[in-house]
């Protein structure tokens, strides 16, 4: 969808151009390629190529099948904040606390954490942000713009919490046309950064608000699916259209400037499902703000023509953790162990070099938490458990069979693991009740 910026944002975005004075510590090295992050909101396995029924995805599964496909994709966080804490600084989100969204004060992503546009804008790449950014605007400290990116044009959070808080760098632009239709705006946006710094290597980080709630599209999409009768899903099926579209834009852009040989593209969901109706989820169990399955496992693909052979499957756990280790060396630099970060880089998997990466991944979810290690999984996500429950991945994708009272020492080994980590954290900052809501709770707006 396009759409036509208006007066106050143009004269913002030249405003903003004008007084940027971004300052990189280096050159980058020669074929550094551009990174190009593709983040969406509350996206479960809609996408044909996950088995998604609802409606086709022809960009996303694009996306799929020029690139690899990890069948075991994961996030640190079964909600949005954390998710990006831990995206943006390749760390769990448990080392300063962020357990939950970030709105108030005293809540923002903290000042000591560095982010990876501060790593990659040390590299002497251009940085740019377009989208849901989500980790404090209370002061201007905490802005995009002040946590190391070049150019920032979005919103703090969801386009309903406040909608006149959009924003080029550090200017409120007030609410913006098309509100809160965003897709095909943040596409435009996205767009216009790649030509501008077509001949820089850039990082652009780009976090869709689809298809987070509120379910709203233009007409053409609607009358797409005008033949579902039932209101909720034909909106949230238009919405997730003008994503795909939106995806289908930047990557052709990228496509007509020349740089999908030099481009390595990821594309992530910022945690499971969030919408109860209207799509399958693969048998996972749960959704979006527990840790079972289906709150942290994802769509995760990662792309680069000539360098990842194009559809290739790996079913190694990953997580979003590993974005920033693995743009780091593919930009020829390495990551120093004073960094102490948690995720590591994927591309011996994407070179097919290896297969596999031995490691426990770990979600603290305020009570709730959960370790896996191979396809041991264990995990607490119910205010009901009095315990947490032993899951064998590989035959129960669903967590349906407890498998402690058979296993008690692998139980006992987990949970021993999991305490250790959690240890070399600190104490979640803020209380929020709603990690403690049932599972079948029926909010559709979250």
Not at 310 to 334: M, R, Y
């Amino acid at each position: 969808m396009n759409f036509q910026i208006t007066k106050a944002l143009l004269l913002a975005f030249v405003s903003a151009m004008i007084t940027a004075t971004p300052v990189r510590a280096d050159t980058p090295k020669a074929g550094a390629p551009n990174i190009l992050v593709l983040y969406v909101d509350d996206m479960g396995y809609l996408p044909g190529y996950t088995g998604g029924t609802l409606m086709k995805t022809p960009n996303m599964d694009a996306l799929a099948a020029n690139g690899m496909v990890f069948t075991d994709g994961y996030v640190s966080a079964a909600i949005c904040g954390p998710s990006r804490v831990g995206l943006m600084t390749g760390r769990y989100q448990a080392h300063t606390g962020h357990d939950s969204n970030s709105h108030a004060p005293g809540r923002e992503l903290l000042l000591s954490e560095t982010t990876m546009a501060q790593r990659m804008k040390k590299l002497g790449y251009a940085t740019g942000m377009v989208g849901k950014w989500h980790l404090g605007t209370t002061d201007e400290k905490f802005f995009p713009t002040s946590r190391g990116f070049d150019f920032f044009v979005g919103h703090e959070g969801n386009v309903t919490e406040n909608p006149s808080e959009y924003y080029i760098g550090t200017k409120k632009i007030g609410e913006v046309e098309g509100h809160p239709i965003t897709s095909g705006r943040w596409a435009n946006e996205a767009c216009g950064f790649m030509d501008s710094h077509k001949k820089d290597p850039f990082f652009l980080y780009v976090a869709f608000n689809a298809v987070h709630t509120p379910h709203v599209a233009g007409q053409a999409a609607l009358d797409e699916f005008k033949g579902i009768e039932n209101q909720k899903v034909r909106n949230y099926a238009a919405m997730a259209r003008e994503l795909d579209d939106a995806i289908g834009q930047i990557m052709a852009k990228l496509k007509s400037l020349g740089l999908e040989e030099n481009t390595l593209v990821f594309f992530i969901s910022d945690n499971g499902k969030a919408y109860t109706a209207g799509y399958d989820n693969d048998g996972l169990r749960g959704r979006k703000w527990y840790v079972f399955e289906g709150g942290i496992r994802v769509p995760y693909v990662v792309s680069w023509k000539g360098k990842i052979a194009p559809g290739t499957t790996n079913s190694t756990p990953v997580i979003q953790l590993d974005v920033l280790p693995t743009a780091i060396e593919a930009a020829g630099a390495k990551v120093e162990s004073d960094w102490q970060l948690d995720g590591v880089s994927l591309m011996p998997l994407l070179t097919q070099k290896t297969q596999t990466i031995d490691r426990a991944l770990y979600w603290r979810f305020g009570s709730q938490y959960a370790i896996r290690e191979g396809n041991w999984k264990l995990v607490k996500a119910l205010s009901t458990q009095d315990k947490p429950i032993l899951i064998d991945l590989s035959k129960d994708i669903g967590e349906q069979n407890d498998l402690t009272g058979k296993f008690p020492d692998k139980a006992s080994e987990l949970q021993k693991k999991w305490d250790a980590w959690n240890s070399t954290m600190i104490p979640p900052r803020w209380v929020d009740k709603r990690w403690d809501r049932e599972e079948n709770a029926k909010s559709e707006r979250e």
